[in-house]
């Protein structure tokens, strides 16, 4: 009888690996968020939880089969507890948690080893302020302390991610304040990059497909950019030169009346931006995600006035045209989840691709 993981490791050696998605939902009146694995059959299926795993202001990496879920808060405090799905069989397990207990940290995977920055409040001058996790001896070990002259930058941006991926061996984050910013762990390393929004309306998440950063625009338009806008190196302009991905206007207007919200730790605080947290939750909202050379995006439609509350996913095929444009096209677009209408405001945390 060959397990599970031995026949995943048997299609690994043949080259035979696909992406699985997964996405983390929370739905009122439950505040604990359920993670679900986006099946072949286009249907979300649930996958059993752990107990008293933190959810909230937790950061997720995908690395080789698992999924790792670092950090976040229970009951309002900062937790070093960490947890790792194997997608190879859907189940949980313990991770050694971290020296320091952290929320809305920045993470990202580089040369196999997990790097967490920042989300440890106000130790930013201290060797608290990032670790590193090594999956083959299952051990973390503490960061270099920052110079003082990167302490400010430091304060500003590495405590208040919104969405974190990894290029050319750097870890990049766009903060609160449409900051980018970025750390390099070969160099010990920490800029900042150019602002990623200027004020021409709210832009919901990020991805990286090969060199071309992505996102959603509220209007429901989905954006693209070079990636190495994300530097200020050799650009004279403060802002990224974002351009609409163009043959997707039959989405636009699905959407743009989504109200899925999707987690972006401190959007809209009072204290950073002026708006209250109540004012996310009437943004339209949408969760974008890398899938292999595509996109995957979920949103939900109200169908009927209150009868039913469908959630929605959809694969774009991005491919480069003429006169610098990307073209999109709609490989499918399927209900893969209802739930009840009167539970409109529930959540979309995490979604991410795992390759299995």
Known sequence: MVSSSELYDLRTSMGLRENMLYICLRTPPDPTPRWFVHTSTTRLVQIPLLLYMP?????????NHGIYVIGGTVNGKATSGVFLL????????????????????????VNGKIYVVGGCQH??????????????????EALMPPPEEDINLIGAGFGSNRDCMVMDGKIYAATNLWETIYYSPSNDKREQGRRWDTGGGVRRGWCLVGKVLYSCHVSGTILWSEAKELEKEGISEPSINWKEVKGLESLQNQLSSSRMVHHEPGLFDSSTVGFSNEFEHRLPGFKLCKFGSN????????????????????EICLEGGDDEEIWGTILCSNVVMMIDPLLYRFKALHSLSVKV
Request: hydrophobic residues 40%; glycine residues 6%.
């Open 55 to 63: 959810w909230q202001k937790s950061s997720v990496v995908s690395l």
């Open 86 to 109: 194997d997608c190879r069989t859907n189940k949980w397990s313990h991770v050694p948690s971290m020296r320091v207990a952290r929320a809305s940290a920045i993470t990202g995977v």
């Open 295 to 314: 996109v995957v995006v979920y949103w939900d439609v109200l169908v009927g006035g209150l009868e039913s509350l469908e959630i929605w996913c959809a």
């Open 123 to 140: 130790k930013y001058s201290s060797e608290d302020w990032g670790e590193v996790f090594d999956p083959k001896t299952q051990t973390w």
